[in-house]
């Protein structure tokens, strides 16, 4: 079996807060192959984007990662923990192996610098190239996401959203990473826009084999994007499978409430359920699942006992107690007049 | 559309509004926000407004609203152009029935004051208590609280906005419209800061406010999937034009105008791929003026014509309750 381009184990990341210290993300475990994009979904404050700072090392106090492994392969299939990498080191590998598209990338760009220099301020930064390098290696880049590169020398606010977007995404293609992280890449732009970019990343994920972790809370638009989905609640990874599999025939109750809590645009209206209660409060952890108190199939065992992530079948994985392989709960069929 | 549908509210007829894009006084460029825009409000129905940002959908609201004033044509409620209505008497009575949700839950609520004082402050201002009256004010209060099932009521009433999680301060949002016996709730993305499993309770509150309630909805989003859960009529709007309208599944299944058909291409699904052709789409969003002419959408559109660039489409009835407004089909 090849190895993965990045395998995350057990990683825990603390918030030290006044009111006491939190495990925002509490023993995440998860593969991502080359050329793969893996979704991470979840509520907000489940902690995805906190995975994907903690990939980039980008924490700071009062966050800290408090434990696990992140392992990456190197050009040679040769993994390394990135987490005991020197600060010096990092530098050099950030960007040049791994990069970001950032959440409100349109804001990402400063506005008050041509966007030339930010492309060279990265490039420079992470290489050795000259200015004049730098420059080309940026006109290409602008080519690459359909922008001429006559409009190097503009400021930000001269382009629209999906331009500035496709400019944040050109800039974490600059040095040929191995794995971009996308957390919520088209979060504020309008459908039609959202889908031309989504397009064009696929196409530059083809042509230059990268590896995307796509963070989003639009399940619709991850089940088109991803091959395979994680799906997060309160900072612990609950299921994970393949696109196609995990709305069909999810094995945790939380899967199958998402999947019944968003209307379809085609096809039969189905009544949405949603799904009662709130989010779990990361200071007040019950004994047990984390999911017991909104769970409509709860028993003993969920209230007692741990639930690590377990492969339930052929690599569908989840931690629900009561899951059995074979027996997915499926999608409710409630439909109305 | 004739009275089948229920007793008509709000009628917008024509609808212009333009805005000043300059502060220089002497340039005064104007952008028209809304170009002849019409619709129909019925009790107990919904109606959803899609369209990407900019395209004019909360200048609608906000002009129903009474927070602008457009500048021509006419917005009707139960017979009276609302521009007429100037008498402090009268403005109450307007606002009483016609009420509004913002897309922020967490800038709508003020953070110094607790629940109970959102609740009971419109139903103090529009007297739909006896003044003075603290215990039926308490239980009118914790009433309201229940029917939007934030309980228990009383222990969520005296909890402040930031105790709450988005979903449930929606709900408080909802509970000051039903408050005020609103008829007409103008609700500008309710749904769209919160989390999917959040907003399946929201819309079935507004689902069931519009039944139980008999309220009319008017729904502004950019997700047709939710717009087709909640409402029965559907506006497509293009830079402050509608080119679409009429019944939701309708226009969905079989979208007649280009715009309506490229937007729809592009909506997630679970069921699609992400390689699903978009229908078509070129050239960039037109700033619309006063002095523009033609259809707003000829610039993108793979089926434009020289006409399509130097006159604007007349609206065209396809069926009972589908309008279009595009030269293909005339």
């Known amino acids: 079996m090849t190895i993965p381009q990045i395998s995350i184990r057990n990683l825990c990341v603390d918030y030290i807060t006044e009111a006491g210290d939190v495990r925002a993300v509490n023993n995440v475990s998860f593969d991502i192959g080359k050329g793969e994009v893996f979704g991470l979904a979840g509520e907000s404050g489940c902690g995805k984007s906190t995975i994907a700072f903690a990939l980039m090392r980008l924490h700071k106090p009062p966050a800290f990662i408090s434990g696990g492994e992140v392992l990456f392969a190197d050009d040679e299939g040769k993994q390394q923990d990135i987490l005991q990498l020197s600060d010096g080191e990092m530098t050099i590998f950030r960007w040049s192996q791994m990069s970001m598209v950032f959440q409100s990338a349109m804001n990402a760009l400063n506005p008050v610098i041509p966007i030339v220099d930010q492309f060279t301020d990265v490039i420079m930064r992470h290489t050795n190239k000259t200015k004049y390098e730098a420059v080309k290696r940026a006109e290409q880049l602008l080519q690459i996401v359909d922008i001429h590169p006559n409009r190097l020398t503009d400021y930000p606010h001269q382009f629209s959203g999906g331009m500035r977007q496709r400019l944040v995404i050109a800039i974490a293609l600059a040095l040929n990473p191995k794995l971009i992280i996308m957390d919520e890449p088209t979060t504020a732009l309008d459908v039609v826009v959202q889908r031309e970019i989504l397009q064009k990343i696929y196409a530059l994920k083809e042509e230059f084999g990268f590896s995307i972790l796509f963070i989003t809370h639009d399940l619709s638009l991850m089940v088109e994007f991803s091959d395979r989905i994680g799906i997060m609640y309160s900072g612990q990874l609950i299921e994970v499978a393949s696109a196609k599999e995990i709305l069909k025939n999810p094995y945790h109750p939380y899967t199958h409430g998402l999947s019944n809590s968003f209307p379809s645009l085609t096809g039969p209206k189905k009544e949405l359920i949603g799904i009662p209660g709130n989010p779990l409060n990361l200071l007040d952890i019950p004994t047990g699942c984390r999911f017991q108190a909104r769970c409509t199939r709860v028993e003993e065992v969920c209230r007692t006992k741990e639930n690590p992530l377990r492969d339930i079948e052929n690599g569908h994985m989840s931690n629900c107690h009561l899951a059995v392989a074979g027996e997915s709960i499926g999608i409710a069929e409630v439909t109305t007049a | 559309m004739s009275e089948k549908y229920g007793e008509l509210l709000v009628e917008g007829k024509n609808i212009v509004k333009d805005f000043k894009v300059s502060s220089n006084a002497l340039k005064q460029p104007m952008m028209r926000a809304s170009n002849d825009v019409s ?37 009707i409620y139960k017979g009276r152009d609302i521009q007429t209505i100037t008498k402090h008497a009268d403005l109450m009575k307007y606002r009483e029935g016609v009420q509004m949700v913002w897309q922020d839950p967490f800038g709508s609520l003020n953070p110094t004051h607790n629940i109970f004082h959102h609740i009971a402050r419109p139903l103090k201002i529009h007297k739909k208590v006896t003044p003075g009256n603290k215990k039926e004010l308490e239980e009118k209060v914790y009433e309201l609280l229940d029917q939007v099932g934030l309980n228990p009521a009383k222990e969520t009433a005296a909890k402040f906005p930031h105790q709450l999680s988005g979903g449930q301060r929606q709900r408080v949002n909802l509970a000051r419209n039903i408050a005020v016996g609103a008829e007409v709730v103008l609700a500008d993305e309710p749904t769209s800061m919160l989390d999917v499993s959040i907003r399946a309770g929201v ?46 599944d309708e226009i969905i299944h079989r979208p007649q105008h280009p715009y309506t058909q490229l937007l729809i291409s592009a909506v997630p699904d ?34 434009a014509t020289s006409r399509c660039k130097d006159e604007m489409p007349e609206v065209k009835q396809l069926a009972e309750n589908h309008f279009v407004r595009c030269h293909l089909h005339e």
């Open chain 2, 39 to 75: 619709f129909k409000m019925y009790k107990s129905r919904g109606m959803a407004v899609v369209g990407e940002s900019g395209s004019g959908k909360s200048t609608i609201a906000k002009m129903i609203a009474k927070m602008y004033a457009p500048t021509s044509g006419q917005i």
């Open chain 2, 203 to 248: 819309l079935n509150l507004m689902q069931k406010m519009k039944f139980e309630r008999e309220m009319s909805l008017l729904y502004i989003t950019h997700d047709i999937a939710t717009a087709r859960y909640i409402a029965e009529d559907l506006s497509v709007m293009y830079v402050g034009h509608m080119v679409e309208w009429g019944d939701t």
């Open chain 2, 270 to 303: 679970p069921s699609k791929s992400i390689h699903t052709k978009l229908e078509g789409n070129k050239g960039e969003i037109p700033l619309w003026t006063p002095d523009s002419i033609g259809c707003p959408f000829a610039g993108r559109c793979l089926h």
